[in-house]
């Protein structure tokens, strides 16, 4: 089901979670929120899909699994994608995911959740890049060799600060980002780490679900400064539909379209109309009243239209915005990587 203002857009959605060890297929309208038949019920084009890792021990032990993990996940995340082309397009670039968008294929954009996957081995950051990655959050929950998360996790033995914001590695991961044409995502790292990553990041940088800590006061979410920051530098804010970042300790049915669309319209007056988009997080905590699946997102739209937002806007914060972050990021990577004139 599709509306006017929805219809025909290039719409992205930049954190979605699978299913893991198993789960429904994702050829099939299953129990999942997002499943290609339900991208295209709701009119999207492409999808971030997180290989997500939880945190665990900072040791040998825990990053050879977490590394393993990141792996395995990333090649469940390509099997979306099958060479006899029944079901998705694999999308490595911005230039790819306008192409399938043109062929009417759903985009399937690979992602890393929590940099603990590449434990502290940058030669797993390329391997993992070789296979397509977009983006890597950089902590999850909890630290990891990379930087201090906005939430610590006490049973790993967490003090509220470890690193004080990016460890050394943590910057030199970051620059590897750059080089590679992989987006830096601040969503669920400390204030610091976000502050410091997006100073030290020579291309813009993307919170990839997170939403306004000025509506809603929640460790996730992020402030006016950093708003700030994040717009004077070029990055991007995805609104996530996780009810209690959206409205204090509110539960899935107290919370709806509406409420997403005050994030938005927050975000659009702090930042601008560039500097924002969508990144629900379903299948991982996220779904609002009246948008429980990814069928369900011209209801956004609409409440979006509703509230004075054209065509060309709406264009913007559904995937414009983090189509140019894309093509950024890979210009980005490629003046770094060529050899200087
Ligand atoms: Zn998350």
């Known amino acids: 089901m599709v509306n006017d203002l929805h219809d025909g857009i290039l719409a992205i959605d930049t954190h979605v979670d699978i299913p893991w060890p198993e789960g429904p297929s994702p050829f099939e309208d299953g129990p999942r929120c997002v499943d290609l038949p339900k991208l295209k019920q709701g009119g999207i084009a492409a999808v971030c899909f997180m290989a997500y890792i939880p945190q665990g021990h ?5 990053h050879l699994a977490a590394a393993g993990r990141t ?20 999308t490595r670039t911005a230039d790819e995911i306008e192409a399938a968008f043109a062929a009417g294929k759903p985009g399937i954009i690979p992602a890393i959740e929590n940099g603990y996957g590449i434990g502290r081995d940058l030669t797993l950051l390329d391997e993992f890049a070789d296979m397509g990655v977009r983006y890597i959050t950089l902590t999850h929950n909890g630290h990891n060799e990379i930087g201090d ?34 987006m830096v995502d601040i969503s669920h790292t400390a204030k610091s780490t976000m502050m ?6 020579r291309a813009p940088v993307l919170a990839s679900h997170s939403c306004m800590r000025a509506l809603c006061d929640h460790k996730r979410n992020l402030d006016d400064e950093q708003l700030e920051l994040l717009a004077a530098t070029g990055g991007l804010v995805q609104i996530t539909m996780v009810s209690n970042f959206l409205k204090a300790r509110a539960r899935t049915n107290d919370v709806t379209v509406a409420d997403i669309a005050d994030h ?17 997080d379903f299948d991982g905590g996220g779904g609002v009243k009246g948008f429980m699946h990814i069928g369900q997102a011209a209801n956004l739209t609409v409440e979006l239209g509703r509230r004075g937002y054209g065509r060309a806007e709406v264009e913007k914060i559904w995937g414009g915005n983090v189509l140019r972050l894309l093509r950024q990021t890979e210009q980005v990577g490629a003046a770094l990587s060529s050899p200087a004139l």
């Not at 410091?196 to 990041?201: F, L, P, W």
């Open 264 to 280: 938005i319209d927050y975000a659009v007056k702090r930042m601008g109309i560039d500097h924002v988009g969508i990144g629900t």
């Open 196 to 201: 410091q990553a997006v100073k030290r990041s």
């Open 71 to 90: 792996r395995a996940m990333l090649n469940t995340i390509h099997a979306m994608a099958p060479a006899d082309g029944s079901g998705g397009v694999l």
């Open 149 to 182: 998360a906005a939430i610590p996790l006490r049973n790993l033995g967490d003090d509220d600060i470890c690193f004080g914001g990016l460890s050394d590695f943590g910057q030199s991961v970051v620059d590897r980002m750059n080089e590679r044409g992989v």
């Open 58 to 62: 900072r040791d040998a032990t825990g």
